[in-house]
Each structure stands twice: as structure tokens, then as C-alpha cells.
């Protein structure tokens, strides 16, 4: 904190994203360069190439549910339009069931 300036923190933000992008690189840190060396968890460590530490991604959720396509005899698709709201809104699709996070569709508490 007491590196953040009162004023402008907008210009500070960018200047720490300038020093990620050019000095404090993932690979081959130039921590010589830096004019936060001192003050550098990663350096005081003596392994600054291995900062930061790169935690696990979480899951990503699954869903389950069912799209049905309902073909004509002359080859028109049965579509319908989204809600508005949410994901993909207005756009149109085929139609389906309500996607869960459980397989056999039952709803999860």
C-alpha cells in the first residue's frame, strides 16, 4: 500500500502492468532492471521464475440435458428463439431440456 499513490491510480496500474509485461516476465525475469527489486517477494526467495505460483483451475461444471432435432420432409429444422436475457439471448436453437449439473436431470439443492 504504501507504493499505490494517492493520485492518479489509474497511471500506476498501467506502469505495474508495463513492468509485468517487459521486465517481470514469467521466463527470464530481468529483476535487475526492476525498480521494485528490493521490496520483491520473488527475489527475496531466490527463485523469481517460479512466481507467481500458479494454483490449480477449478472444474469447470458440467451440465446434462437433451437437444432434439425435428426434421421436415423437405429438410426445414424445427428452431426456436431464446430468451432475451442470458446466454446466447435472441439467438435461436433447437429445442431441449433444461441443463442440470446432474446426469439422470433431477434438480440439485
Known amino acids: 500500500e504504501r507504493m499505490v499513490p494517492g493520485t492518479r491510480p489509474g497511471d500506476f496500474a498501467q506502469a ?4 509485468g509485461a517487459t521486465i517481470c ?14 521490496d520483491c517477494s520473488a527475489v527475496v526467495s531466490g527463485d523469481p521464475e517460479h ?11 458440467q451440465r446434462h440435458g437433451a437437444a432434439f432435432v425435428a426434421v ?20 435461436t436453437e433447437v429445442p431441449t431440456t433444461g441443463w442440470t449439473a ?8
Do not use: H
Not at 16 to 19: A, G, R, T, V, Y
Not at 25 to 38: D, V
Open 51 to 61: 512466481f507467481p505460483v500458479r494454483l490449480p483451475k477449478a472444474d469447470k461444471p
Open 16 to 19: 505495474m502492468m508495463d513492468l
Open 72 to 91: 421436415r420432409a423437405d429438410g426445414a429444422i424445427l428452431l426456436r428463439k431464446r430468451a432475451e436475457k442470458g446466454l446466447l439471448g435472441g439467438m
Open 25 to 38: 516476465t514469467p521466463r527470464r525475469p530481468r529483476c535487475m532492471l526492476c525498480p521494485l527489486r528490493e
Open 102 to 109: 446432474r446426469i439422470d436431470g433431477a434438480t440439485t439443492e
